[in-house]
């Protein structure tokens, strides 16, 4: 009994991908079907290669082949191409103004010192760690940390006089305000001044082909979240919180930001939500634990993980090298890949929503 390309697309179509609730065939993940007798080599395509849910798809993949009536063997091959959020999300022009980044995500947060920037930068190192294409973009106009964090010195060039070449550094590519201007003039931006400043270096900069763009926002304002909002189109944001119960009134205060300017929350990450002893493991809730999650069951929206608290995230922003990057085996690091797979995973579903998706035909 011969196996047909029929039969493996029947069985594939039977494989549910459980973040973005659509069956492989209906995603058009299922790629380069070659049969041979009683075996079939095929690609499966991932949304992202920071798929959170690649354990689950695999195993229901192998049960549903070994299901196929006649066929004998199979081997599979794994790749993963990043989609872009289409339409739906937000007001702006973002496909136009920059046409080679597929997903911009805003890290923000309600109030500063959170460890919002922190979390930027490990969500970037994290993603091209987990084999992704990330731009980096620190607009914290008001205290810009991505230049410590990183270790970058340097001033950014323009080869032609326009546009500005970003950094290179831990797989990624790098811009923040802080690389142009002096540390005292940051405080005074405001309005069109900030906005004009903003759009330059999300416009101005060549990011090239990106997956992911990393804007970490300014804490709490409102200003930067519309801008953004009226200029391109972004796929969602993250929100940094710690967890004291006091640390939830902003939550919501930029919950509601997000929502007023229609740009979707992805979810919340809780940050220095314990810390363990070094010496002797024992483990204390000094800002309590929980509260991120429980904002994030309040809105329904997604918990997307905790970050402990830990000297080494401290001491490792300060030398300009994200934990991700040079401990990637700690758990606070391990803490951050998981975050970047659930978030990564978020944008998936979003793009998955906003764009009619391809359909693989039976031949
Ligand atoms: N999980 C953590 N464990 C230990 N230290 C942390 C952790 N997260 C952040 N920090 C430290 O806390 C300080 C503030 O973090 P960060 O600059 O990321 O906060 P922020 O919310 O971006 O602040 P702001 O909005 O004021 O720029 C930094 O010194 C950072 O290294």
């Avoid at 309590?288 to 000297?311: D, N, Q, T």
């Avoid at 001491?315 to 991700?324: I, T």
Wanted: one cysteine or more.
């Amino acid at each position: 009994m011969s196996v047909s390309e029929r039969d493996i697309l029947a069985a594939m179509s039977k494989v549910v991908d459980p973040e973005l609730h659509v069956d492989l065939v209906k995603a058009g993940m299922v790629k380069d079907i070659r049969i041979s007798g009683d075996a079939v080599k095929l690609k499966i395509e991932l949304t992202t290669p920071a798929c959170p849910m690649k354990g689950k798809i695999q195993a229901d993949t192998e049960a549903a082949l070994k299901a196929v009536p006649g066929l004998k063997s199979f081997e599979l091959e794994w790749g993963a191409q990043v989609r872009a959020t289409g339409g739906g999300v937000g007001q702006g022009q973002g496909q136009a103004l920059l046409p080679g980044v597929k997903n911009i995500i805003l890290v923000g947060a309600g109030k500063g010192g959170v460890g919002k920037s922190t979390v930027a930068v490990n969500l970037a190192t994290a993603l091209a760690r987990h084999g992704a294409k990330v731009g980096l973009l620190d607009a914290d106009f008001y205290g810009p940390s991505v230049p410590l964090m990183t270790g970058i010195t340097e001033k950014p060039v323009s080869p032609d006089g326009k546009t500005l070449t970003p950094m290179s550094k831990y797989g990624l590519k790098i811009m923040s305000i802080g690389f142009l201007v002096e540390p005292d003039q940051a405080l005074i931006w405001r309005g069109p001044m900030l906005h004009g400043a903003l759009m330059q270096l999300v416009r101005d900069v060549n990011w090239g082909e990106l997956d992911y763009l990393i804007l970490d926002l300014p804490p709490g304002t409102g200003d930067v979240a519309l801008s953004l909002s009226q200029s391109v189109r972004a796929a969602g944001a993250v929100l940094v919180t710690t967890p004291q119960d006091v640390a939830l009134a902003d939550v919501v205060r930029a919950k509601s930001m997000f929502d007023k300017v229609h740009i979707p929350v992805l979810g919340i990450v809780e940050n220095m939500s314990q810390f363990i002893c070094p010496n002797c493991s024992h483990a204390t809730n000094i800002f309590h634990r929980g509260g991120g999650r429980k904002a994030a069951e309040m809105f329904s929206i997604p918990f997307l993980g905790e970050v402990p608290l830990e000297l080494k995230v401290r001491e490792s922003g300060d030398a300009g090298v994200p934990v991700v990057a040079g401990a990637p085996d700690s758990r606070e690091a391990q803490a951050f890949l998981e975050i970047a797979r659930n978030v990564a995973g978020r944008v998936s579903a979003q793009s998955v929503r906003s764009i009619p998706l391809p359909v693989m035909q039976a031949r």
